[in-house]
Nanobody, 119 residues
Framework: QVQLVESGGGLVQAGGSLRLSCAAS????????MGWFCQAPGKEREFVAA????????YYADFVKGRFTISRDNAKNMVYLQMNSLKPDDTAVYYC????????????WGQGTQVTVSS
């Protein structure tokens, strides 16, 4: 069983920054891939970024490359998403997700944190 709790969302002006955090519990965290997804109103949930178990490999959606950075601290069971140069189109609920190592499916999700970017 894995529990994920996101925090750090809020209201920010365009061009600003936010840092999202995801606190994870569970024995498999340090061996898992962790991801961030977002869902804007009226749209499907989409992939934002992912990081492998050691933090040595990261993946980003094209629309966040160069602006967002994913990182993790296995000693603290934390995953982060540093969001810079935010745009109004980044407005969405952001979710943290857990994917067991060696699999292709995310099996646990957090409750989400709202990010709103004003123009």
């Amino acid at each position: 069983q894995v529990q994920l709790v996101e925090s750090g969302g809020g209201l920010v002006q365009a061009g600003g920054s936010l840092r999202l955090s995801c606190a994870a519990s569970g024995r498999t965290f340090s061996s898992s891939v962790m991801g961030w997804f977002c869902q804007a109103p009226g749209k499907e949930r989409e992939f934002v970024a992912a990081i492998n178990w050691s933090g040595s490999v990261t993946y980003y959606a094209d629309f966040v490359k160069g602006r967002f950075t994913i990182s993790r601290d296995n000693a603290k069971n934390m995953v982060y998403l540093q969001m810079n140069s935010l745009k109004p189109d980044d407005t969405a609920v952001y979710y943290c997700a857990h994917r067991p190592g060696g699999t292709g499916r995310y099996d646990y999700w957090g409750q989400g944190t709202q990010v709103t970017v004003s123009s």
